[in-house]
Nanobody
Framework: QVQLVESGGGLVQAGGSLRLSCAASGRTFNNYVMGWFRQAPGKERELVAAITSGGSTYYADSVKGRFTISRDNAIKSVYLSMNSLKPEDTAVYSC??????????????????WGQGTQVTVSS
């Protein structure tokens, strides 16, 4: 069993920055594809960024050039650095782990473990 715990959300003005962290338990974290999803009120959950065990990354078009995903396998953590934040980035952000690690999956149903989520609010 894997547990994921996010931290780092909060309220920030447009143009500001936040760094989200996700701490994982479990022996096989290093093999998992890790993703950051977000869900805004009334909208579907979407994959924002993901990173494979080897460090390959994916970014949604809406965040390219502004967000950076990274991982530190030694301490079983994954991060999402968010810069130039916009009001439309407001959402609950959740980290997720895909234990099959066959590649970066876009669909949330392909991820096996989820954190509780952390709120990010960007004011205009």
């Amino acid at each position: 069993q894997v547990q994921l715990v996010e931290s780092g959300g909060g309220l920030v003005q447009a143009g500001g920055s936040l760094r989200l962290s996700c701490a994982a338990s479990g022996r096989t974290f290093n093999n998992y594809v890790m993703g950051w999803f977000r869900q805004a009120p009334g909208k579907e959950r979407e994959l924002v960024a993901a990173i494979t065990s080897g460090g390959s990354t994916y970014y949604a078009d809406s965040v390219k050039g502004r967000f950076t995903i990274s991982r530190d396998n030694a301490i079983k953590s994954v991060y999402l650095s968010m810069n130039s934040l916009k009001p439309e980035d407001t959402a609950v952000y959740s980290c997720a782990a895909d234990r099959r690690s066959l590649g970066i999956e876009m669909r949330s149903s392909e991820y096996d473990y989820w954190g509780q989520g952390t709120q990010v609010t960007v004011s205009s």
